[in-house]
């Protein structure tokens, strides 16, 4: 299991920023947290691996109205730590 959590700048224009909740709410893998502040939205992430979790950092970064995805935090098991690539080992540490 790969659970990476995000927090996503949106846009300030409101039809925008509601469209991009409503996206995010309809993905199964994600948990989209309380709206602290309404352009920054807290969303965690489970997935089976990196290249999944990958898939779903790059698909939020380009909806419109987003304006940049922050990683906040990445996590796996022990088992997944094995066999991921170099590139995720660094994404993982990066988010430490």
Request: aromatic share 8%; net charge negative; charged share 25%.
């Amino acid at each position: 299991m790969w659970i990476s959590s995000f927090v996503v700048t949106l846009t300030e224009d409101i039809a925008h920023r509601e469209a991009v909740i409503e996206a995010l709410r309809s993905i199964p893998s994600f948990t989209v947290g309380d709206l602290p502040t309404p352009s920054r939205v807290p969303v965690v992430v489970e997935v089976d691996d990196s290249q999944q979790s990958r898939f779903w950092y790059d698909w939020v970064e380009q909806l419109p109205g987003v304006v940049k995805v922050d990683v906040a935090f990445v996590s796996c098991d022990e088992n997944d730590r094995e066999t991921m690539s170099l590139a995720d080992a660094a994404e993982v540490e990066s988010a430490r």
